[in-house]
């Protein structure tokens, strides 16, 4: 890349300086640019040159790492592999290498300690985005039936879908089940800012929601989605899960609202709405 840079440069600057020579005696045509002038003319070029190249050359590599399927799992196992070394270091947990997968997450009290377990069901890589949705489709309609079968009413229950590189959530197996049928319509982040505060030790942290989880209907920030947002992330040894707690928001309208752990968040079209569970 500088190679191209400094190649691009040199030859830019001769063809000025040639030209520049075989005018210099022509009255009509003065040569009135300084050194620094042509030194900055040919930056502004080679730059252009560079990332020209940078850009043809990304997207080859997204070309081949989105058609090519082998390519595509072998840099995903290696990026995993890698997470996974710092992940175990810092003590937090991974969502699966494959893009594609359906989780159910259940937080229980066992001896006054909250746990989380979690299902995954997961989809290997295809080129073919229908074939995809397919299996998406498919997997979908068996997990419902067999999260109905099992008596889970006892537990908190959060239910994951993540496709096409966007998240759905839901506390329901059925509401999972229909959303999945929907198109994944975006909406604006309608938070300024999102904190979760221990009651039990006034200790407060900021939550920061990603993009792709914005998605029209979604349900958010339940207490399963609380526990689940501690295990995938690094935290202080001191910041520790407890449901005595609450959500302290404020909106994009500067608005002050509480969420309470029995309650959770649904994403409208430009607005939002508090729900018990």
Same mark, same amino acid.
């Given at each position: 890349m500088f190679f191209l840079f400094l190649v691009s440069g040199i030859f830019g *600057?001769? =063809?000025? &300086?040639?030209?520049?020579? !075989?005018? =210099? +005696?022509?009255?009509?045509?003065?040569?009135?640019? /300084? =050194? !620094?002038?042509?030194?900055?003319?040919?930056? #502004?070029? $080679?730059? *252009?040159?560079?990332?020209s190249v940078r850009t043809n050359i990304e997207l080859y590599c997204k070309n081949v790492y989105e058609r090519n399927e082998f390519i595509h799992n072998i840099f995903d196992c290696l990026y995993f592999f890698v997470n996974k070394i710092h992940s175990v270091y810092y003590k937090y947990q991974l969502e699966p290498h494959e893009q594609d997968w359906i989780n159910h997450s259940i937080l229980y009290n066992l001896q006054s300690n909250n746990h989380l377990i979690e299902f995954y069901d997961t989809i290997a890589y295809n080129p073919n985005k229908n074939i995809s949705k397919a299996i998406m489709s498919n997997k979908t309609t068996k997990f419902m039936k067999s999260t109905n079968n099992n008596n889970i009413t006892s537990h908190k229950n959060?239910?994951?879908?993540?496709?096409?590189?966007? &998240?759905?959530?839901? /506390?329901?197996?059925? $509401?999972? +089940? %229909? =959303? %999945? %049928?929907?198109?994944?319509?975006? #909406? *604006?982040?309608?938070?300024? !800012?999102v904190e979760y505060v221990n009651l039990d030790t006034d200790q407060m942290f900021d939550i920061d929601l990603p993009k792709n989880i914005f998605i029209e209907g979604n349900e958010i920030l339940s207490n399963v989605f609380i526990k689940r947002l501690f295990a995938y992330k690094s935290m202080d040894n001191y910041m520790n899960f407890t449901m005595n707690y609450i959500i302290r928001i404020t909106d994009d309208n500067f608005n002050k609202v509480i969420i309470k752990p029995s309650q959770y968040i649904v994403l409208n079209k430009g607005s939002y709405a508090i729900t018990d569970e």
């Open positions: *600057s001769v =063809m000025i &300086y040639r030209f520049a020579s !075989s005018n =210099m +005696y022509k009255p009509t045509m003065p040569f009135t640019l /300084t =050194m !620094s002038q042509i030194i900055q003319n040919q930056l #502004v070029v $080679g730059f *252009s040159i560079c990332n959060l239910f994951i879908m993540k496709f096409n590189q966007k &998240y759905i959530f839901k /506390t329901s197996s059925e $509401g999972m +089940y %229909h =959303m %999945h %049928h929907l198109k994944f319509l975006p #909406v *604006s982040n309608p938070f300024f !800012s």
